[in-house]
Each structure stands twice: as structure tokens, then as C-alpha cells.
């Protein structure tokens, strides 16, 4: 490849030569769209050029680009008319490889920032059931509802639950669960009743 690392910008005389140069190459009409006229150049040779850009290599080719600053690097090169428009229309488009990583690390920071967002709402209900719990503990005596035995949990739970549909039961439920209480809180009294029934 005749790679130029100099050249110059057109006039405004010397462009529509430039273009019809082009022109040879690509057809006149393709040769007038601005993504083709906006990288014409000169050599200092006085040889018509195109600048195309591209990204840095990758230090090591399995690196992301979000991994390896370089590769979003911009760098520019002028290439003889024919050899350009080759590079550009090819396969391994330069410009199509930068766009291409442009858009992993755009997808990458969105999916990154989703993450520190899900993270930090997570974190935030943690930190809110966390303060819950502790203003809980205080107003609804945790400390006596833990020495109580899983069967009392059960029925003061249950209690909570209907308390609304069914205040009645909610009472009875409670009375049971309290005859438990005491030095030996293993299981309710015998009902003395058909309790099958």
C-alpha cells in the first residue's frame, strides 16, 4: 500500500479536477456525494488522494475495544484514488471496523450503566427493607415474637391476615396462640372439643 502520512486539502480551483479523477473510478455521479468529495486530497507530489480513517490496533487481538483505549484511537491516511476507494469498498473497511467498535463499547457502557443502575436499585431496597425491618423490631417486639414458639408465629400471623375479613376469628386465633405462652411453649392446650369437626 502507498500509504501518505502528509498532504494537503484541495482549492477551490483544484477540487472539481479532483473529482473528475475520482469520477474515472467511481462514476461521475458517485464521485459528487459529499462522503466521497470531503476525503479528497493532494499529495505533495501533486497526486490525487482519499483520507481514510481507522482505529488503533488492538495490543492483543482477542481485547475488547472497551478493554484496549487504542483501538477507538483516530488516526488518518491519504491513499492514491484507486487504492482508497479499493480499501473503502473492501471487506476489512477500516472505517466500518472503527464504527463497529464504536458501537460494542456504546452497547457495552449502556449494558454496564444498566447494571450499576439495577445494582444500586437493589441496594437500595436492601438498605430500605433494612430500615424497615429495624423500625419493625422496635414497634411490633420482635424481641418477644422470636422467643415465641413456630406453631404462636403461625397462628399470630394468621391472625394478622384476617384480621380485617374476620375480626372474630383474628380474637381466637390470638387467645390460642397466648394460652402457649409461658415457661413451656411447645404446643397449644387440647381444645376439649371435637376439634375434627
Not at 469520477?23 to 476525503?39: F, H, N, Q, V, Y
Not at 473497511?93 to 444498566?114: D, G, Q, W, Y
Amino acid at each position: 500500500m502507498s500509504a501518505h502520512k502528509t498532504w494537503r486539502e484541495p482549492s477551490e480551483d483544484e477540487f472539481p479536477h479532483g473529482i473528475a479523477a475520482l469520477g474515472k473510478i467511481i462514476g461521475s455521479e458517485a464521485a459528487l456525494k459529499p462522503s466521497w468529495t470531503r476525503r479528497l486530497a493532494l499529495s505533495d507530489a501533486g497526486e490525487w488522494l482519499l483520507v481514510v480513517t481507522s482505529g488503533g490496533q488492538p495490543t492483543i487481538p482477542t481485547f475488547a475495544p472497551w478493554a484496549d483505549p487504542i483501538q477507538l484511537q483516530v488516526f488518518q491516511t491519504a491513499y492514491p484514488l484507486a487504492e482508497a476507494v479499493e480499501i473503502l469498498q473492501g471487506p476489512n473497511n477500516p472505517e466500518a471496523i472503527l464504527a463497529e467498535r464504536r458501537r460494542r463499547v456504546a452497547e457495552h457502557e449502556a449494558e454496564e450503566t444498566k447494571a450499576k443502575a439495577l445494582a444500586k436499585a437493589q441496594q437500595a431496597e436492601r438498605e430500605a427493607d433494612a430500615a424497615q425491618w429495624e423500625r419493625d423490631k422496635t414497634k411490633f417486639n420482635h424481641a418477644a415474637w422470636v422467643r415465641l414458639a413456630e406453631w404462636q408465629q403461625a397462628f399470630y400471623a394468621l391472625a394478622c391476615r384476617v384480621k380485617d375479613r374476620d375480626p372474630s376469628l383474628a380474637k381466637d386465633l390470638r387467645v390460642v396462640a397466648a394460652e402457649g405462652r409461658g415457661s413451656s411453649p411447645a404446643r397449644p392446650s387440647f381444645p376439649r372439643a371435637e376439634w375434627e369437626r
